[in-house]
T-cell receptor
């Protein structure tokens, strides 16, 4: 089954404790992206990747890191989480980058709480 | 900077009626794409419809159509024959920057009344 998976689905952590949210897709998609969703703000793009070893900042990259060492994986790293990073995080992928891409496939979301 | 504006925080529609959800956008890019996504209360993001900036015909997908007015920079979603299962948050989004950067609106919560 074609899908984007995220782990963990739920996470409660404390300020300053490094964490990684994994994202994996099995569709051989080139483009992957991370978003955060906050009430009243919609979804905001954190980072995106056009292909392996190619990443770039979205609108809200501060406090986050990403890597794209393999085509299928695009982990989101919070080196020193803070309470303002409490949010619902979505990973998404689509077939090709730099071209018209009608559809992004979204993962199920990761609800992160930082206390 | 790219911007998506959705001015209707909440909408009600009677079952079987049509409803229009508004979306306006701002970009200086000539090439861009516009999307609508549905997010039910279960939280997943469901792709509904896409319109490219060069597409001359309005996009349609089943009961969904996108009313694209390029000069007005609007991309309204029309849902025909509303169903109870259409109750959800609806997000308008735009992809720009060589089809790389994605900007979402803040969403419209649609409630379908029996």
């Amino acid at each position: 089954e074609a899908q984007v998976t995220q782990n963990p689905r739920y996470l409660i952590t404390v300020t300053g404790k490094k964490l990684t949210v994994t994202c994996s897709q099995n569709m051989n998609h080139e483009y992957m992206s991370w978003y955060r969703q906050d009430p009243g703000l919609g979804l905001r793009q954190i980072y995106y990747s056009m292909n392996v070893e190619v990443t770039d900042k979205g609108d809200v990259p501060e406090g986050y890191k990403v890597s794209r060492k393999e085509k299928r994986n695009f982990p989101l790293i919070l080196e020193s989480p803070s309470p303002n990073q409490t949010s619902l995080y979505f990973c998404a992928s689509s077939l090709s980058a730099g071209q018209v891409l009608p559809e992004q496939y979204f993962g199920p979301g990761t609800r992160l709480t930082v206390t | 900077a790219q911007k998506i504006t959705q001015t209707q925080p909440g909408m009600f529609v009677q079952e079987k009626e049509a409803v229009t959800l508004d979306c306006t956008y701002d970009t200086s890019d000539q090439s861009y794409g516009l999307f609508w996504y549905k997010q039910p209360s279960s939280g997943e993001m469901i792709f509904l419809i896409y319109q490219g900036s060069y597409d001359e015909q309005n996009a349609t997908e089943g009961r969904y159509s996108l009313n694209f007015q390029k000069a007005r920079k609007s991309a309204n979603l029309v849902i025909s024959a509303s169903q109870l299962g259409d109750s959800a948050m609806y997000f308008c989004a735009m992809i720009t920057g060589g089809y790389q950067k994605v900007t979402f609106g803040i969403g419209t919560k649609l409630q379908v009344i029996p």
